[in-house]
């Protein structure tokens, strides 16, 4: 069975610059999640969906992170227009249900290292 | 502020020893302890978690103990392997919740 695949898995870019990245959970997860780890610090939480909904935001650093998941499949994650504070590695993860157990373990996938110069 | 906090930073053992990695956390809304382990170039995979009505979990090599009254958790790994050489999180979640916090990490070298 495939993991939780993430594209591109490494993005440089210019401040102002956009980006999208893109998360593709395993099949069958209603659950999708972002996280992002800066350098050296801890992995923070950004958004939740429940299919196609938004479920909790309460992370998204700002508006400048767009968040869509049409369809329920894969999601994306846009930054527009991006900033130097805004580099890390961003992960995605999905699981099967929610409150962990026993099936909302969340599987992560391999991350996309974002670098704003 | 951080919400879990993690030491070390980066731990250094022999083959053979024993690592210890302590995580502290204020928020007594907190029911679920993970620990995560994160090999280079992977994501964090869930290696192993505890529920705070019990003191301690044991899953092989791997044990977390909770302390409850100090607000404090720990991961230790026995007979530590240079296979176990990864980074390290623990994490908490917040009951009714799906949000995982973690720490910021431990980096595990263990030497042959």
């Known amino acids: 069975e495939a993991g939780v695949t993430q594209f591109p898995s490494h993005s440089v870019i210019e401040k102002g610059q956009t980006v999208t990245l893109r998360c593709d959970p395993i099949s069958g997860h209603d659950n999708l999640y972002w996280y992002r780890r800066v350098m050296g610090k801890e992995i923070k939480f950004l958004l939740h969906f429940v299919k196609e909904s938004k479920q909790d935001e309460s992370g998204m650093p700002n508006n400048r992170f767009l968040a869509e998941r049409t369809g329920g499949t894969y999601s994306t994650l846009k930054v527009q227009p991006a900033e130097l504070e805004d580099s890390g590695v961003y992960f995605c993860?999905?699981?099967?249900?929610?409150?962990?157990?026993?099936?909302?373990?969340?599987?992560f996938g391999p991350g996309t290292r974002l670098t704003v110069l | 502020q951080q919400q879990v906090k993690q030491s070390p930073q980066s731990l250094i053992v022999q083959k053979g020893g024993i690592s210890i990695i302590n995580c502290a956390y204020e928020n007594t809304a907190f029911d679920y302890f993970p620990w995560y382990q994160q090999f280079p170039g992977k994501g964090p995979a869930l290696l192993i978690a505890i529920r705070p009505d019990v003191s301690e979990k044991k899953e092989g090599r791997f044990t977390i103990s909770f302390n409850k009254s100090a607000k404090q958790f720990s991961l230790h790994i026995m007979d530590s392997q240079p296979g176990d050489s990864a980074t390290y999180f623990c994490?908490?979640?917040?009951?009714?919740?799906?949000?995982?916090?973690f720490g910021t990490g431990t980096r595990l070298q263990v030497f042959p």
């Open positions: 993860a999905s699981s099967q249900g929610v409150r962990v157990d026993p099936l909302g373990e969340q599987f």
């Open positions: 994490a908490a979640m917040v009951y009714n919740t799906d949000k995982l916090i």
